[in-house]
């Protein structure tokens, strides 16, 4: 079974700080992807970010990235000078590539990005 | 930029009814599927369809769950019989294929009463 962790339930970061979300996650299948979802107020989910188990280059989107350490399994989102609509409910998700490659997630850090 | 859509936005029903929310996926992805979010909790896979049939579903997705595509465009999510603990946020979701993200729709709050 998969599992994802995120140990932070809240995150407070003045404007224009870089910002760190840890991740941890637990699979025994050796081919897996790891995502970043923002969901803001509004209740969307928002895609943010990809990395895949086999990649050797960690993943960047602007001024997003992933700090993936495969042997620790985990892999945290870096926001780097973060900005005020950044405040917003952050999950982690994993996606095994087989059967059914159902999104687990874990359980969201709320970030707020103070002025 | 192709979205999924989801109708209603937000649905209240009286426990014990029925309630059919529907979805529309990105025209070209052949994975669909429901999630639900609690209030302040984390999200939970349901159901996953492809290739017109169930490829796994969750222990949450019981009997009272049923999921249809009956048209090639819109993909349903039925609770036959509602309960107070359905009361969530449902987000329909859609991917090209078993390695790229998932486009999530913009969710239909449900509230049973």
């Known amino acids: 079974a998969q599992k994802i962790t995120q140990t932070q339930p809240g995150m407070f970061v003045q404007e224009k700080e870089a910002v760190t979300l840890d991740c941890t996650y637990d699979t025994s299948d050796p081919s897996y992807g790891l995502f970043w979802y923002k969901q803001p107020s509004s209740g969307e989910m928002i895609f943010l970010i990809y990395?895949?188990?086999?990649?050797?280059q960690n993943a960047t989107e602007g001024r997003y990235s992933l700090n993936f350490q495969k042997a620790r399994k985990s892999a945290n989102l870096v926001i780097s000078a973060s900005q005020l609509g950044d405040s917003a409910m952050y999950f982690c998700a994993m996606r095994v590539i087989q059967g059914a490659q159902k999104l687990v997630f874990g359980q969201g850090t709320r970030l707020t990005i103070n002025p | 930029e192709p979205e999924v859509t989801q109708t209603p936005s937000h649905q209240v029903t009286q426990m014990g009814q029925e309630v059919i929310l529907r979805c529309v996926p990105i025209s070209n992805h052949l994975y669909f599927y429901w999630y639900r979010q609690i209030l302040g909790q984390k999200v939970e896979f349901l159901v996953s369809?492809?290739?017109?049939?169930?490829?796994?579903k969750s222990e949450i997705f019981d009997d009272q769950f049923s999921v249809e595509r009956p048209d090639g465009s819109n993909f349903t999510l039925k609770i036959r019989s509602t309960k107070l603990e359905d009361s969530a946020m449902y987000f329909c979701?859609?991917?090209?294929?078993?390695?790229?993200?998932?486009?999530f729709g913009p969710g239909t709050r449900l509230t049973v009463t």
């Open positions: 369809f492809y290739n017109n049939e169930i490829s796994e």
């Open positions: 979701a859609s991917s090209p294929d078993a390695f790229y993200e998932q486009y």
């Open positions: 990395q895949g188990s086999y990649d050797q």
